[in-house]
Every structure is written in structure tokens, then in C-alpha cells.
């Protein structure tokens, strides 16, 4: 099962944090997926529309911490990923990070090429 939470914001909205398996053959071993969204239901449909089908949140064990809120909150989209710390919760201030991206990136299908 994977580790993840939830904040719920002062303005009723919610941050849905996930550690995943990564979608892609050839990507990362773990990722750490935020959605912005209504409701935790809401947000959890938005991963499963993007065909990462078997996404459930069950606990609160790792919610987002407030840096990673703030990324989610800037974000056009509302739901970025980077690749999940070797432990599988939130990071720790003292380790050095990769910047988040956007979805799309992780999602994006291989071109042929010929």
C-alpha cells in the first residue's frame, strides 16, 4: 500500500500527498505524487483519470509538509510528482531535492523512433 495523506486548507480545498510505484517502465523507483483538489475523493479521481487506476488513500501516515503545499499551490495544474525520498515519507530538510514537474512529464509515452 502506498504511504500518503492530506492537508485540508483553510479554504475548505484539500493536498492529497502520494508515494507510488512509478508509472513509467524506465522511470524512478517511487514517486511522490501532490494533487490539488475539492475534496479527497476529487483528488484521488484526477490520478485514476490519468490511468494510475489503483491509487487509494487510507490513513493519514504521510501528509504533504508545508513546502510541498506551497509547490502544489503554485502549479498551474494543481498536481505535480518528483521522485520520493529513499525512505518514503516526507523529506527532511537537510537533503537536497529535485525540483517538481509537472504530470504530464511522468506520464508522457516513449516516441518511436525509426
Not at 490511468?51 to 493519514?60: A, D, E, K, M, T
Amino acid at each position: 500500500m502506498a504511504a500518503g495523506g492530506f492537508c485540508k486548507l483553510p479554504n475548505g480545498m484539500v493536498v492529497v500527498a502520494l508515494n507510488l510505484p512509478s508509472p513509467a517502465a524506465d522511470g524512478p523507483g517511487a514517486v511522490r505524487v501532490l494533487v490539488h483538489s475539492v475534496n479527497r475523493a476529487r483528488a484521488l479521481t484526477r490520478l485514476r483519470n490519468l490511468g494510475l487506476r489503483s491509487v487509494y488513500l487510507r490513513g493519514n501516515a504521510a501528509p504533504p509538509t508545508p513546502d510541498e503545499i506551497t509547490a502544489v499551490l503554485h502549479h498551474p495544474d494543481g498536481l505535480i510528482w518528483r521522485t520520493a525520498p529513499d525512505n518514503g515519507v516526507a523529506s527532511s530538510p537537510d537533503l537536497v531535492q529535485e525540483l517538481w514537474r509537472p504530470i504530464r512529464a511522468l506520464l508522457r509515452r516513449p516516441t518511436a523512433q525509426t
